[in-house]
């Protein structure tokens, strides 16, 4: 089992940054992506940007250019630096650690952000 605990989610006004963090423990396959996704009422769950165990990156087109995902693997440990928020980010942040080829996706409990304009 993997466990995925999330961290740095908050209240910030528009134009400001927040950085998340999600930590992975347990049985974790080398092999993995790990990503950001958010969920605001009413809407779907959307992928924000997710990392390869390589260091390849993706991002949404809504959030390219102010959103950075990074990760160290030696702590099995995902940031999503987030700047220039705007008020359509607020939403709840999951952490998503999709493990290549092997078995099913592991969530995080999510973390609200909220952008006041």
């Known amino acids: 089992q993997v466990q995925l605990v999330e961290s740095g989610g908050g209240l910030v006004q528009a134009g400001g940054s927040l950085r998340l963090s999600c930590a992975a423990s347990?049985?974790?396959?080398?092999?993995?992506?790990m990503g950001w996704y958010r969920q605001a009422p009413g809407n779907q769950r959307e992928l924000v940007a997710s990392?390869?165990?390589?260091?390849?990156?993706n991002y949404a087109g809504s959030v390219k250019g102010r959103f950075t995902i990074s990760r160290d693997n030696a702590k099995s440990t995902v940031y999503l630096q987030m700047n220039s928020l705007k008020a359509e980010d607020t939403a709840i942040y999951y952490c998503?650690?999709?493990?290549?080829?092997?078995?099913?996706?592991?969530w995080g409990q999510g973390t609200q952000v909220t952008v006041s304009s």
């Open positions: 998503n650690l999709h493990p290549v080829g092997v078995g099913s996706d592991y």
């Open positions: 990392i390869t165990s390589g260091g390849s990156t």
């Open positions: 347990g049985r974790i396959f080398s092999f993995n992506v």
